[in-house]
């Protein structure tokens, strides 16, 4: 948001970062000077997404990883740390949505956001809130959903997954305030992402955000200075907000 960049000499882990909202959190992040670690599966976009951000001149690591799976977790912490010796910003990105009602949910559907939406954050505050501890301070900021607030027909394993991820931080917000690392909730509603993205003109544009919009607010809370503490913060178009009903 500003023009002269606020993270200089910083070292932020994103994950979910090969595309949509996370590699448009990592560009912002980019942008105010930091140096970003791209945690998603090993692949093409992954490998595209770093590449494109070390082209403008920025710190930018891949780090392939399934977010669900502990080890390549913990590995992928070690790779950051090793490359920068630091890390000062986690952001928990990766997510995805399906739906249906209760009683048609799969437990394969419930196993999935679950694991993916729940507890691929809770690994990745296992093995990187040691290192936000260790260099006196730091920034989490969890991605949630409307759906962490307010219950939707279709979607109630989404729903206790956003849910579940909205009682994690909170309570890891209190664990960590003594060691000066803040945790913040950025909830959005209808990102234009998670699919083929929308032309300029398609009528359902005005129904959805850009990754961009929400991405300079979660940048806007890293580079918030040390003494402010933003909690939750629901974010969404005005056409479409949920909140209003
Ligand atoms: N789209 C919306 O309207 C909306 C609304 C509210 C909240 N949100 C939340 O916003 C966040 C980002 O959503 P998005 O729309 O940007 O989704 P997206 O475009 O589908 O991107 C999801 C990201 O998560 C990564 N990912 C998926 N499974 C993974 C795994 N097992 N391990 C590691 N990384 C994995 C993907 O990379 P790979 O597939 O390459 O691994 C990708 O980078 C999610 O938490 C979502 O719940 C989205």
Not at 2 to 15: F, M
Not at 66 to 71: I, L, R
Not at 90 to 111: C, F, I, R, Y
């Given at each position: ?71 390549q ?15 000062d910003?986690?952001v ?24 993916l939406n ?25 991605i ?15 729903a ?12 890891v917000?209190l ?14 509603h209808?990102i ?14 005005a ?39």
């Amino acid at each position: 948001m500003s023009s002269a960049p606020r993270l200089g000499g910083k070292v932020a882990l994103v994950t979910g970062a090969s595309r949509g909202l996370g590699l448009a959190i990592a560009q912002a992040l980019v942008a105010e000077g930091g140096a970003v670690a791209c945690l998603a599966r090993a692949g093409p976009e992954l490998s595209r997404a770093v590449s494109d951000l070390a082209a403008t001149g920025a710190g930018a690591l891949a780090v392939p990883a399934d977010v669900t799976d502990s080890g390549q977790v913990e590995r992928a912490v070690r790779q950051t740390l090793e490359k920068w010796g630091r890390l000062d910003i986690v952001v928990l990105n990766a997510g995805t949505w399906q739906g249906a009602p209760v009683h048609e949910t799969s437990e394969q559907m419930w196993d999935l956001l679950l694991d993916l939406n729940l507890k691929g954050a809770f690994l990745t505050l296992k093995y990187a809130v040691p290192a936000l501890i260790a260099g006196g301070g730091g920034t989490i900021v969890g991605i949630g959903s409307l759906g962490a607030w307010a219950g939707q027909p279709g979607a109630s394993a989404y729903a206790a997954s956003k849910w579940g991820l909205r009682g994690l931080l909170e309570s890891v917000a209190l664990e960590l305030k003594p060691h000066r690392v803040r945790v913040s909730l950025v909830h959005p509603h209808n990102i234009n992402s998670a699919g083929p993205p929308l032309a300029r003109d398609a009528p359902e544009r005005a129904r959805k955000l850009e990754p961009s919009e929400i991405a300079a607010l979660v940048a806007w809370i890293c580079t918030a200075p040390d003494h402010v503490s933003v909690g939750n913060v629901t974010i969404w178009p005005v056409a479409a907000g949920i909140m209003a009903q």
